[in-house]
């Protein structure tokens, strides 16, 4: 074989990418993964600077290896996870190249062609778990395109003391958006605003409570019983800030206000107010440019799978992006249950 021609191909080597690397390590497969970031730590590079879990280390891992627990107990932060990533990498010799920005994927005899701006790979199967951290999502919003304020979104936001002394909005129900409303609320003259009110969990409950009660929804689900968790994952998590902004008295939404103006908004009641600067916490969209010239992109932006593997392109497997590719994929702790399964279905698609 050529140095760029391998049995399989993973596109992504953040959490998901190296949770599919462990395994089809396991299996023994001749495999590489391809990573556009410079470093280890896929998506958790790009956090603002008090971003941490909401989890114990125990419940944040990846298949193989317990990330360690902190010194103070505390649930683990960026640094601390992207520091677990790079040596989760070191630890099972994971073929990591990087940077490598892959461009599309394309068939090309039994296999398919990987293009790539450090030249074309060639697979017999491909893995796509590039994650939805490079396509944020920003809603339209009437007269957006005319405000003259500083728009960003969560993807790009780093610390509160850029807004201080500002008037800002943080737009967004999310625990994004309680976590950096607390930090921008503490420095600026700060609104969080929210579509609909933010259900907020007790302050027992963390990320573990969260994805055992989201795991018996889904068991239920596959059995066909009734179940009614106590929370979701999509519930706010009283992390030390939040609870610290509560505190404060502060921890209190407006509702979505109705449009722009060049140097604000208008809100429901008609009144406009001026404000400086809007920090956009609602969401990504899955990263799947580079398999739009394989036709399998749907207009939902998702790819039609049967468990991980594409219907469209049988060569093709998605791991990481969310439930449509396995039950709570997008988590540290949950994409093991779909890497493990995206890399046994290749396996014995090799061997047939």
Avoid at 92 to 108: D, G, H, L, M
Avoid at 178 to 193: L, M, T
Avoid at 227 to 244: C, N, Q, R
Wanted: hydrophobic letters at 35%; glycine letters at 10%; one cysteine or more.
């Amino acid at each position: 074989m050529s140095p760029k021609t391998v049995d399989v191909l993973v596109i992504g080597g953040g959490q998901a990418g190296l949770a599919t690397g462990y395994f089809l390590r396991g299996h023994k497969l001749d495999y590489r993964v391809l990573d556009r970031e410079p470093a280890p730590g896929g998506a958790w590079r790009h956090g603002w600077d008090s971003l941490q879990l909401f989890s114990p280390a125990q419940w944040s891992s990846l298949p193989g290896w317990q990330m360690p627990e902190t010194e103070d107990g505390e649930w683990p932060q960026s640094d601390e996870v992207i520091d677990y990533l790079r040596r989760y990498q070191e630890r099972y010799n994971i073929p990591v190249e990087r940077p490598v920005a892959v461009k599309s994927v394309t068939t090309s005899g039994d296999g398919l062609a990987v293009e790539t701006d450090h030249g074309t790979y060639h697979a017999r199967a491909v893995v796509s778990a590039t994650g939805t951290w490079s396509h944020p999502f920003i809603p339209s919003v009437e007269g957006i395109e005319d405000f003259q304020g500083e728009q960003i979104h969560s993807a790009h936001y780093r610390r509160p003391e850029t807004y201080e002394g500002q008037r800002v909005l943080v737009v967004g129900g999310g625990n994004s958006g309680a976590q950096i409303y607390a930090e921008v609320s503490r420095v600026a003259n700060a609104s969080w605003v929210t579509r609909h009110p933010p259900k907020f969990l007790p302050d027992d409950v963390d990320g573990r409570a969260l994805f055992e009660m989201a795991t018996e929804k889904w068991k239920a689900e596959q059995e066909g019983r009734e179940y009614t968790p106590a929370g979701t994952l999509a519930d706010i998590v009283m992390v030390p800030p939040v609870k610290e902004a509560r505190e404060r008295g502060v921890l209190e939404t407006r509702q979505m206000f109705t449009r722009f103006t060049e140097n604000g908004v208008v809100w429901l009641d008609g009144q406009e107010e001026t404000v400086d600067a809007v920090i956009w916490c609602t969401g990504f969209r899955p990263a799947l440019d580079h398999l739009e010239s394989l036709g399998v992109v749907e207009s939902n932006r998702q790819v039609k799978t049967n468990g991980t593997r594409s219907v469209k392109e049988p060569r093709l497997w998605l791991v990481g992006y969310g439930d449509w590719t396995g039950f709570a994929s997008a988590t540290l702790l949950g994409v093991m249950r779909s890497a493990r399964a995206a890399a046994q279905e290749i396996k014995n698609h090799l061997e047939r």
